[in-house]
């Protein structure tokens, strides 16, 4: 219907940092604070679809008419999202997933050593969530959609496309993570839309906005793109 153009859908969207663990203390991670990945989970709700949020630790309150699975290690997230991707229409990968992980975190806090002026961390690449589910989903009937973020410092555009291609997304949505007030932790965001089919050239630009609205507008163009269902 008109007010719920989202019932009868299942979206899955991860949100939020992971955290890697250096040793029982201390952890790899980034500034996610999760709320760009809970506005689009509240906006879900909101437009009727039935909506699982799989987070890294953030501390923000679970977004009414939400399931929501906690996670800490991007293979956390990883394990969540490939069991929830399968059954979903819409995947939304939002989380800010730690590209590495350290390779063998210590059993015990780590010590500084006498004499030394360095320390090496050996890293290991953490599995890319969002490609893995694009996969999966090419072997199957082209269920879920699957949306990705880009957050650039530089070369918005021409970066994110990228992504776009190498990781088989069906959409992304590209933020500029270096401007001031908006990106990370603020309330605030703007997002360049982009198709890997027939977008033309340059995407669709959405002006700085409150996350919340800017939520609405992502989910609205991403369900546009879902094959029509009968009505139930
Ligand atoms: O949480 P907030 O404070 O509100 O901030 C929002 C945000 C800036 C974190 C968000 O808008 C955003 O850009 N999220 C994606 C952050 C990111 O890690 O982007 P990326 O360009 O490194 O990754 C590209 C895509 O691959 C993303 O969909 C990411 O979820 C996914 N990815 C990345 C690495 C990995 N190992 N697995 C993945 O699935």
Redesign the pocket.
């Known amino acids: 219907s008109a007010d719920a153009p989202a019932r009868g859908l299942h979206v899955v969207i991860?949100?939020?940092?992971?955290r890697e663990p250096l040793d029982p203390v201390r952890y790899l991670s980034?500034?996610?604070?999760?709320?760009?990945?809970?506005?689009l989970a509240t906006a879900a709700a909101e437009l009727g679809a039935k909506v699982t949020l799989i987070s890294g630790p953030?501390s923000l309150p679970t977004p009414e008419g939400a399931t929501r699975i906690d996670v800490e290690t991007?293979l956390e997230?990883?394990e969540a999202?490939r069991r929830l991707a399968e059954a979903c229409d819409l995947f939304?990968?939002?989380?800010?997933?730690?590209?590495y992980r350290a390779e063998a975190p210590a059993e015990h806090k780590i010590k500084k050593t006498e004499g030394e002026d360095d320390l090496t961390l050996r890293l290991v690449?953490?599995?890319?969530?969002?490609?893995?589910?694009a996969a999966e989903r090419d072997t199957r009937n082209g269920r879920p959609f699957v949306?990705?973020?880009?957050?650039?410092t530089r070369d918005l555009e021409a970066?994110?496309r990228d992504?776009l291609e190498r990781?088989r997304?069906d959409m992304?949505?590209?933020?500029d993570?270096s401007a001031a007030g908006l990106?990370?932790?603020?309330d605030d965001?703007a997002?360049l839309l982009m198709w890997r089919d027939g977008d033309g050239e340059g995407g669709e630009s959405l002006p700085p906005q409150p996350?919340a609205q800017l939520a609405r507008a992502i989910l609205e163009r991403a369900l546009g793109c879902l094959p029509t269902r009968p009505v139930h």
Do not use: R, W
């Open positions: 991860t949100a939020g940092p992971t980034n500034h996610s604070s999760g709320k760009m990945g809970f506005a953030v991007a997230m990883h999202s939304i990968g939002c989380a800010a997933v730690a590209d690449k953490n599995p890319d969530i969002i490609a893995d589910i949306v990705g973020f880009a957050a650039e970066y994110a992504k990781k997304l992304i949505v590209a933020n993570v990106g990370f932790g603020s965001n997002a996350k």
